[in-house]
């Protein structure tokens, strides 16, 4: 139960950093991309549907991607300091 306490808070810990890193790195190279800040809300009218989508989608694959690296990196991490995969992980079929 302990184990499976302190793998729930490091998949926490490193999806919510990653989504937050990705994010900042995301708005920056928008930035410096197109020279204005991206869509606060891509689903208002006044964002035109051509700048929507682009951020909706740009803005969906960094985060997946850092979460999903993130994950990846705590479970070897956890993997390392116990033995073991986390109790999720270890039915995986590879």
């Known amino acids: 139960m302990a184990g499976s306490k302190v793998w729930s808070l490091m998949g926490l810990a490193a999806t919510v950093g990653a989504t937050i890193a990705a994010r900042k790195a995301l708005t920056t190279s928008w930035k410096v991309a197109t020279g204005k800040e991206p869509p606060q809300n891509p689903a208002h009218p006044d964002v035109s549907i051509k700048e929507a989508?682009?951020?909706?989608?740009?803005?969906?694959?960094?985060?997946?991607?850092?979460r999903m690296f993130a994950s990846r990196k705590a479970a070897d991490y956890y993997r390392k300091s116990t033995g073991h995969l986390p109790a999720n992980l270890e039915d995986v079929e590879v």
Request: net charge neutral; proline share 0%.
């Open 53 to 66: 989508v682009a951020w909706a989608t740009v803005s969906g694959i960094a985060v997946g991607l850092a």
